[in-house]
């Protein structure tokens, strides 16, 4: 991720006739997707101007190939104009080349320094910082920082932009500046944090091209130099895919609205390689489960248009509309909880639910969840094409009580009730997932299940599941014991 963000700083552009990207390269040292590769940047510049310098360079990392910023020490911003930094925030290196204005026939001098992971300043969710230090900082220092940025809408990769970019060098503390030319830049991210028990930055999990495009403006132009790099990942066979879903609630009362809990969960192992991201998760909520028509009735579905689905702006649906919660917790951005609506119907895909999370303060994720009946008249919840983003947790919540109703009803029959759980990767690798058990306790009336109703179990809808997928036996999943106090706060009942 702060690979090619800080890369970006120099990455430089022209477009009319100041600064070209002459040559860019993105390059991971491993292509074996998932893995944590150190992934540098090269760039060389041409100038059509004596007196033009870079001002402003965007870097576009491919989508998936991600870093946690969270893993190293942060360094602040004080810090690193001091050039203070602690050890444990340095993330990488950098060379680069540069003439003086009053010297430029000169050859080019090299200069080396550091890559820091800066504390982020607002709602960025990372920001990555470098010193470059001529002669060891003797004749002066080269300090700047850039945000790292989520593309939203769009792809969910990470951008990273520096402006202003400086255009002398302070010799001497500051009292003689040097004008200097940038004619190209090395850095290097690392892929491990330091001391090298975290991971820092993070292959894609699928085998496509991996694009990185740069992107820059000078002070004498503001038409853009685009360059391009791509590398393919590898080995995708063995990225580790192992996710565990979760359903709540577990003892329920038979025919009447409950409040609901379903989602997923990822290991955190890291080595030798992260987990595969989620493309497409299905849920079959157990047979029996309905539509509480009582709470449908009540409802002003949201259209495409309060959606806003193509801007990164808050959905506008009415207020009734909202039917539930999502919950999302990344390495990237950390845990993050938004709106659930009820989304207007089309012609193909009449039962929707709009799904969006509030990444930062000026950027909202959406997802459109499509729901369909399945065999014998199972629910089912899909949703497609979902980032290629690292995320621990992913959890659907629809609260339970009287006011507003709840949107589900449970099964109309004492005893265990199963459900599935299907997850496809962008590895390509089969299905994977599990059954879960939603187990009826009481009757209508609320009454004790007699022993041998309760003891009854319901076949699992495996006829709606994929044949390639590769699930796990029937268990009771429940939701996890973490997540238990924000379900409590959002009011769904979880159960005995």
């Known amino acids: 991720m702060a690979a090619a963000m800080a890369a970006t700083l120099f990455c430089t552009t022209s ?14 040292s491993t292509t074996v997707a ?11 510049f041409s100038y059509s101007s004596a007196s033009d310098d870079v001002k402003s360079t965007v870097v576009a990392l491919p989508p998936g190939l991600v870093g946690n910023p969270s893993a190293p020490a942060k360094c602040t911003t004080a810090q690193l104009n001091a050039d203070s930094c602690p050890g444990g925030s340095i993330i990488g290196s950098v060379s680069s080349t540069a003439t003086q204005d009053a010297l430029p026939l000169l050859p080019p001098v090299t200069a080396t320094g550091d890559v820091y992971n800066v504390a982020p300043t607002g709602s960025e969710p990372a920001r990555v910082g470098m010193v470059i230090r001529p002669l060891g900082g003797v ?20 951008t990273t932009t520096f402006d202003n970019l400086p255009r002398t060098l302070p010799l001497l503390g500051g009292g003689l500046p040097v004008g200097i030319q940038i004619q190209g830049i090395s850095l290097t991210l690392n892929g491990l944090a ?9 292959n894609p999990t699928s085998c496509i091209a991996a694009t990185t495009t740069a992107t820059g403006t000078s002070y004498e132009s ?8 791509a590398f393919t990942p590898t080995d995708c066979a063995h990225v580790p895919f192992n996710p565990s879903p979760f359903f709540g609630p577990l003892a329920v009362r038979a025919g009447k609205p409950e409040g609901v809990a379903a989602g997923v969960s990822q290991p955190s192992t890291e080595f ?45 649906c009415p207020a009734n509309s909202q039917v539930g919660f999502a919950y999302i917790d990344s390495p990237l951005v950390g845990p993050k909880i938004g709106p659930v609506y009820f989304g207007a119907g089309t012609p193909t895909a009449p039962l929707r639910q709009f799904v969006t999370v509030p990444i930062t303060a000026t950027q909202t994720a959406k997802f459109i969840a499509i729901n369909t009946f399945a065999a014998g008249g199972v629910i ?19 609260p339970g009580g009287p006011t507003p109703p709840s949107l589900l009803i449970s099964p109309p029959t004492c005893g265990n009730h199963f459900g599935a ?62 997540l238990r106090p924000l379900l409590r706060q959002l009011k769904v009942k979880l159960g005995g």
């Open 380 to 398: 089912q919840t899909t949703l497609t094409d979902l980032p290629q983003t690292p995320a621990s947790t992913f959890m659907l919540i629809f």
């Open 421 to 482: 759980a299907v997850f496809n990767p962008w590895s390509g690798q089969s299905s994977a997932g599990a059954f879960f058990n939603q187990k009826v306790v009481k009757t209508t009336t609320g009454a004790d299940c007699p022993a041998a109703a309760a003891a009854r179990t319901f076949a699992a809808p495996s006829s709606a599941v994929p044949n390639d997928a590769k699930l796990t036996a029937p268990a009771s999943k429940s939701v996890p014991k973490r």
């Open 272 to 316: 030798p390689r992260s987990q595969a991201h989620i493309r497409t998760s299905t849920v079959l909520l157990p047979q029996g489960t309905a539509v509480n028509g009582a709470r449908l009735a009540g409802i002003a579905p949201c259209t495409d248009a309060q959606l806003n689905v193509n801007s990164a702006a808050p959905a506008t």
């Open 15 to 28: 477009a009319s006739a100041s600064v070209t990207i002459t040559s860019f390269n993105a390059v991971p």
């Open 222 to 229: 503001s038409t853009p130099s685009v360059r391009t790099s």
């Open 139 to 158: 004749l002066g220092k080269l300090i700047t920082s850039g945000p790292a940025s989520v593309r939203i809408p769009g792809d969910f990769g990470l």
């Open 194 to 202: 330091p001391g090298g028990t975290r991971a820092f930055l993070t």
């Open 34 to 44: 998932a893995a944590h590769p150190n992934f540098t940047t090269s760039f060389q």
